[in-house]
Nanobody, 129 residues
């Protein structure tokens, strides 16, 4: 089992920045890829970004490419989402997710929610215009 806890959400003006963190804990016997998803009110959950176990492979949704950066610190069991140039349409609850992958895999995790095995409880990000 892996427990995921997000933090760092909040209220920010358009053009501002936030950094989300997702701390993983629990008993893990293999490596895992990590992803960030978001869900706005009345909308379906959508993929934001993902990163491989080593951090060597990353993938972004077109809507955030060039503005958001996903990274991880395996020594701290934490994945981050640096969000710059925020827009009102970025307002959503942001979730991190973990996908168990073979040890040493370069697979970034995929962009579909069903590919992930564990989810955090989410953190609210609100961008005002």
């Amino acid at each position: 089992q892996v427990q995921l806890v997000e933090s760092g959400g909040g209220l920010v003006q358009a053009g501002g920045s936030l950094r989300l963190s997702c701390a993983a804990s629990g008993r893990t016997f293999s490596s895992y890829a990590m992803g960030w998803f978001r869900q706005a009110p009345g909308k379906e959950r959508e993929f934001v970004a993902a990163i491989s176990w080593s951090g060597g492979s990353t993938y972004y949704a077109d809507s955030v490419k060039g503005r958001f950066t996903i990274s991880r610190d395996n020594a701290k069991n934490t994945v981050y989402l640096q969000m710059n140039s925020l827009k009102p349409e970025d307002t959503a609850v942001y979730y991190c997710a973990a996908q168990i992958v073979p040890l040493g895999s370069s697979w970034y995790g995929g962009s579909e929610g069903y590919e992930y095995d564990y989810w955090g409880q989410g953190t609210q990000v609100t961008v005002s215009s």
